[in-house]
């Protein structure tokens, strides 16, 4: 199941991007045959950038998140579009660490030391570009860090990936709330406590997938969004605003793999004619392969010339 849901509250203090990714992951996680650590870490980055896309305001406004460090899983890449299409890799997806004290996946030591890089082309001259150090590699605690240092917004991320134990995504969704101009401060002294105490978004996801079967995708995450807030007093209400489609799509295709193998330019092309007399190149992110033949590559080199 894969679907989101924007939502606002009564007074206009803050906005909800609420997300169900459990087949979007699932997806993700046969493409690139991950292990658990390396489902969970992908998982919630994916989770993220599709929710960070539903932010972006034009339908070919495209968002990228980079996640790099020093640790085994080296780097998890995501890429949205506004209109909820989603893609991504992790570089290791061999990863595995024994789990933490608390039994969950150590996403953090996975990741390491590094940086988070957040890049928004909005068809714009130049794209934007904000980067912060990763503050524990957990994804969530990382983008609300993100969100205050580099766009001055606060916000609250929450992202979750249960992994069942035939190793298929069981649950995986995410939340992001962020505080709106001119906002009651009285709103933040309410979702302190609701969010302290609110329980991990995995589990809610699958407790509600669970609940509300029969029912539409649309009244599935909008059931979440209700359970979420119910605690909220009647003025900070939580109001469904619009549900998205949500899920994974590579849009690869051959052209765009020509367009990489002619970037090498004309002396490698060359090169890769008189030693090999041909070519593979795997997209890495829907690990498709493309093949190019002799005369395929003597065609490219013709358009180079």
Same mark, same amino acid.
């Given at each position: &199941?894969?679907?989101?849901? *924007?939502? &606002?509250?009564? !007074?206009? !203090?803050?906005?909800?991007? $609420?997300?169900?990714?459990?087949?979007?992951?699932?997806?993700?996680?046969? *493409?690139?045959?991950?292990?658990?650590?390396?489902?969970?870490? @992908?998982?919630?980055?994916?989770?993220?950038? =599709?929710?960070?896309?539903?932010?972006?305001?034009?339908?070919?406004?495209?968002?990228?998140?980079?996640?790099?460090?020093?640790?085994?899983?080296?780097?998890?890449?995501?890429?949205?579009?506004?209109? /909820?299409?989603?893609? /991504?890799?992790?570089?290791?997806?061999?990863?595995?660490?024994?789990?933490?004290?608390?039994?969950?996946? %150590?996403?953090?030591?996975?990741?390491? *030391? =590094?940086?988070?890089?957040?890049?928004?082309?909005? /068809?714009?001259?130049?794209?934007?570009?904000?980067?912060?150090?990763?503050?524990?590699?957990?994804?969530?605690?990382?983008?609300?860090?993100?969100?205050?240092?580099?766009?001055?917004?606060?916000? !609250?991320?929450?992202?979750?990936?249960?992994?069942?134990?035939?190793?298929?995504?069981?649950?995986? =969704?995410? &939340?992001?709330?962020?505080? $709106?101009?001119?906002?009651?401060?009285?709103?933040?002294?309410?979702?302190?406590?609701?969010? %302290?105490?609110?329980?991990?978004?995995?589990?809610?996801?699958?407790?509600?997938?669970?609940? !509300?079967?029969?029912?539409?995708?649309?009244?599935?995450?909008?059931?979440?969004?209700?359970?979420?807030?119910?605690? &909220?007093?009647?003025?900070?209400?939580?109001?469904?605003?619009?549900?998205?489609?949500?899920?994974?799509?590579?849009?690869?295709?051959?052209?765009?793999?020509?367009?990489?193998?002619?970037?090498?330019?004309?002396?490698?092309?060359?090169? *890769?004619?008189?030693? %090999?007399?041909?070519?593979? $190149?795997?997209?890495?992110?829907?690990?498709?392969?493309? +093949?190019?033949?002799?005369? +395929? $590559?003597?065609?490219?080199?013709?358009? @180079?010339?």
């Amino acid at each position: &199941m894969n679907k989101a849901i *924007i939502a &606002m509250d009564k !007074s206009g !203090s803050f906005r909800v991007y $609420l997300a169900i990714t459990t087949s979007m992951v699932e997806d993700a996680r046969q *493409i690139h045959d991950t292990t658990p650590l390396a489902t969970a870490a @992908m998982g919630r980055v994916l989770t993220a950038a =599709g929710l960070m896309g539903l932010m972006l305001k034009n339908p070919k406004d495209k968002l990228t998140i980079q996640f790099k460090g020093d640790g085994p899983a080296r780097e998890i890449l995501a890429t949205a579009n506004a209109d /909820g299409r989603v893609k /991504g890799y992790i570089s290791n997806p061999d990863v595995d660490l024994p789990l933490k004290a608390n039994g969950k996946l %150590d996403v953090g030591n996975a990741l390491g *030391i =590094g940086h988070v890089t957040v890049i928004k082309d909005l /068809g714009l001259k130049e794209p934007y570009v904000g980067r912060i150090e990763l503050v524990n590699g957990e994804i969530a605690e990382d983008l609300t860090a993100y969100f205050f240092v580099s766009e001055q917004q606060s916000s !609250s991320v929450a992202l979750g990936v249960r992994v069942d134990t035939d190793l298929t995504v069981a649950a995986a =969704g995410g &939340m992001i709330i962020q505080m $709106l101009p001119g906002a009651n401060m009285a709103s933040v002294d309410a979702l302190e406590p609701l969010l %302290d105490q609110m329980t991990p978004i995995s589990t809610l996801v699958e407790e509600v997938t669970k609940e !509300s079967a029969g029912k539409t995708e649309e009244a599935v995450v909008e059931d979440l969004l209700n359970r979420i807030f119910a605690p &909220m007093p009647e003025e900070f209400a939580v109001i469904a605003k619009e549900t998205r489609d949500l899920g994974w799509e590579c849009d690869c295709s051959t052209e765009r793999l020509e367009q990489a193998l002619m970037s090498i330019g004309v002396k490698d092309m060359k090169t *890769i004619l008189e030693e %090999d007399g041909e070519a593979e $190149l795997t997209c890495q992110f829907c690990r498709t392969k493309y +093949h190019f033949d002799k005369a +395929h $590559l003597e065609r490219l080199l013709e358009e @180079m010339m």
